[in-house]
Structures are given as structure tokens and as C-alpha cells.
């Protein structure tokens, strides 16, 4: 099994920035595509961004592209999150994920094999 702990969320202002990190524990993930979902209140869980397994490729959602870049250190079994320019709307918990089917990012969150429990990230207008 693997398991997936988040880290780096927080208050921040709009405008600011936030790094989240996820660390992979009990089964290696450097062969599986690293991700990450959000979910504000109230509201669904929804994709935000995708890392291939080797990191040549990348997926945004149109709301963080731009903004947002995922990187990963299959070393340290660890996928990142750096959230610039941050806005209110971005305020969410947000869910490390893993798969070994980039795909399944595309399908939705019932397709990932693996989540991690959240980090709150709060966006202050």
C-alpha cells in the first residue's frame, strides 16, 4: 500500500505564494504519475495538476495553468505544488494523488488509485 502525507498548506494573501509538498511512504511511487485534486467547500473534488512518472510530462487544469507548477523528486518519493499569484477562488484542501495511469488524472478522482488526507490552503482577498 502506499501512503501519501501533504504538507505546506496554510493562510496566505491574495497574490502570495504557497509550495505544498507530498512524501510517499510504504511502497515506492518514481514509477507512477504524481497529482494533485482540490476541493473547496461544498464543491466536488476537482483535477489541478499531473507529473509523469520520469516528470518529462505535465497536465494543468486551465484554472492553475500558468500559475501553478508540479514537480517531483523520485529520490525522495516527494511531488510538489508551487501555487503563485494565489486568488480566493484557489482556497481549497488540497489532495496529493497517485496512479500509474497518467490517464486516470483525466478521468477523475474515482479513477486514482491513492490519496493522501489534505492540506487547507486559505486564500485572504
Known amino acids: 500500500q502506499v501512503q501519501l502525507t501533504e504538507s505546506g498548506g496554510g493562510l496566505v494573501e491574495a497574490g502570495g505564494s504557497l509550495r505544498l509538498a507530498c512524501t510517499a511512504s510504504?511502497?515506492?511511487?518514481?514509477?507512477?504519475?504524481m497529482g494533485w485534486f482540490r476541493q473547496a467547500p461544498g464543491k466536488g473534488r476537482e483535477f489541478v495538476a499531473v507529473?509523469?512518472?520520469?516528470?518529462?510530462?505535465?497536465t494543468y487544469s486551465d484554472s492553475v495553468k500558468g500559475r501553478f507548477t508540479v514537480d517531483r523528486d523520485n529520490a525522495k518519493e516527494s511531488v510538489y505544488l508551487q501555487m503563485n499569484s494565489l486568488k480566493p477562488e484557489d482556497t481549497a484542501s488540497y489532495y496529493c494523488?497517485?496512479?500509474?495511469?497518467?490517464?486516470?488524472?483525466?478521468?477523475?478522482?474515482?479513477?486514482?488509485?491513492?490519496w493522501g488526507k489534505g492540506t487547507l490552503v486559505t486564500v485572504s482577498s
Open positions: 507529473i509523469s512518472w520520469r516528470g518529462r510530462a505535465t
Open positions: 510504504g511502497r515506492s511511487v518514481s514509477s507512477y504519475a
Open positions: 494523488a497517485a496512479d500509474p495511469d497518467y490517464n486516470a488524472y483525466r478521468r477523475g478522482p474515482d479513477s486514482i488509485n491513492y
